[in-house]
C-alpha cells in the first residue's frame, strides 16, 4: 500500500504544479499584453491603405473619427514646403480617462512621407514596422485627448501627403470589449508658388557674379 501512496503523490504533485505554472504563463502573457498596448499598438494600425486597425484586438467595429478628431498643423493654408519641420498635435473631443492613437503620414504611394519625430516623450514614442515610422500615445500619454510631435517634410515635392490615424476611446476595464475606435485622416497639399518663378541655375550664377 505503501508503495503505491508514495507514486500518487508524486502524480499529484505534478499535476498541481503544472496546473499553477500553465495558469501563471496565462496571466504573464495577459499583462504583457495589456502593458504594450497601453503603451502603444504594434505598427500597421492607423487604418491606412493595406494596413489593419485597432479592431484587431479591441473588438467591434472601427467608428468614422472625422468630426469628432483634429489635427493641427503650423504651416500655411494647409500647404508643407520640402524640408521643413512642422510642429502638429492631435486631439480628441469625444475621449474618455484612457485613450490612445496610433498615426502615419503616407504619400500618395502609401509611403512613408518625411518623417514624425517625438516632441513630447512622456506622452508620446516612435514604434516602427514594415519600413514606416508611427507615433504612439506612451501609458502616461493614455489620459491625454491631444498628442503633440513634430513632422519633417519631405526633402522634395512628393504631392499630396495623407496622415492616417487611429485613436482608441477606452473603458479601463483591461479588455478588449467595450473600446470605440476612430479612424480618420487629413492631407496636406504640397507649396507652389503661384508667381510661378524658378530661377535657373545660370541667371543665379549671373546675380552671384555681379554683387
Known sequence: MKKLLFPSILLS???????????SAVFQVHNQKNDFFTNGAP?????????????????????????????????????????????????????SNKNGFQIVAFDANNSNAGSLTVTDPTNTSIVTGSGNTYINQ??????????????????????????YYAYNVTNSNN????????????????????????PSPYETLSESFNV
Do not use: K
Not at 145 to 151: G, K, L, R
Open 43 to 95: 505598427a500597421s494600425r492607423t487604418g491606412a491603405p493595406g494596413e489593419a486597425n485597432c479592431t484587431g484586438c479591441h473588438l467591434g467595429t472601427a467608428n468614422d473619427g472625422t468630426t469628432t478628431s483634429s489635427i493641427s498643423f503650423s504651416g500655411n493654408n494647409n500647404e508643407y514646403q520640402s524640408g521643413q519641420t512642422y510642429n502638429m498635435s492631435l486631439s480628441i473631443s469625444n475621449g
Open 138 to 163: 506612451t501609458s502616461s500619454g493614455t489620459g491625454q485627448t491631444t498628442w503633440s510631435f513634430d513632422w519633417v517634410a519631405p526633402s522634395s515635392n512628393v504631392g499630396p501627403v495623407t496622415f
Open 175 to 198: 479588455g478588449g470589449d467595450g473600446d470605440q475606435i476612430y479612424l480618420a485622416q487629413q492631407t496636406i497639399q504640397p507649396f507652389v508658388d503661384p508667381t510661378g518663378f524658378s
Open 13 to 23: 504533485c505534478y499535476f498541481i504544479l503544472n496546473s499553477f505554472m500553465n495558469n
